[in-house]
């Protein structure tokens, strides 16, 4: 495997890599999700523009991709979560609004199964941390569940805060780190 760089969705580099850049990430995105099978085709796109397309339209300066030879992984995010479109695609957001004041930003992220294990994840994250940070943002968090294996990945990236809340009977579980 060649180096492993880690740049901006829109940094030039990808210019000529775009459509194989932006099908790589759909591919992980799937790959990565727990959702495997779908009712309808509809239900499938709306599921990747929840946690996906919604970000790549409206935040691509948030959007951070490993790449050698290939897409490894991506980290997107946006700085403020409070934001009535997001809502209209993500509800179970709006439950943890009063966490919002020290935790503003949020992110995503995914990496494909062979480069798990490897750094990857975490260079993502401290990339998009690090915007956030350059901006004055105060802190970020992430949703999760409960029993998700990478859990144990965010609290050693310091995700320590934790509140669990329901939305719709399903607990889920906010962590939130302080930048």
């Keep these: 495997m060649s180096e492993i760089i880690i740049k901006r969705l829109?940094?030039?580099f990808f210019n000529s890599l775009k459509l194989q850049v932006l099908q790589e990430i759909e591919d992980i995105f799937?790959?990565?999700?727990?959702k495997k099978t779908f009712k309808s085709e509809k239900e499938k796109l709306d599921l990747k523009w929840k946690y996906l397309g919604f970000y790549l339209e409206r935040y691509p300066d948030f959007v951070w991709v490993a790449f050698s030879e290939k897409v490894l992984g991506y980290c997107l995010g946006m700085p403020i979560t409070q934001d009535d479109e997001l809502y209209l695609a993500q509800p179970h957001l709006k439950?943890?609004?009063?966490?919002?004041?020290d935790y503003p930003a949020h992110l995503h992220i995914n990496c494909h199964a062979m480069a798990r294990g490897q750094g990857i994840g975490t260079r993502l994250i401290e990339e998009l941390e690090r915007e956030?940070?350059?901006?004055g943002v105060k802190g970020v968090h992430l949703m999760t569940s409960i029993d998700a294996r990478n859990r144990k990945f965010y609290q050693r990236l310091g995700y320590d805060y934790e509140c669990e809340l329901p939305y719709l009977n399903t607990p889920i579980l906010m962590m939130g780190k302080k930048l």
């Design 10 to 12: 829109t940094d030039p």
């Design 30 to 34: 799937f790959e990565s999700s727990a």
């Design 95 to 101: 439950v943890f609004e009063e966490q919002y004041k």
């Design 132 to 135: 956030f940070r350059a901006m």
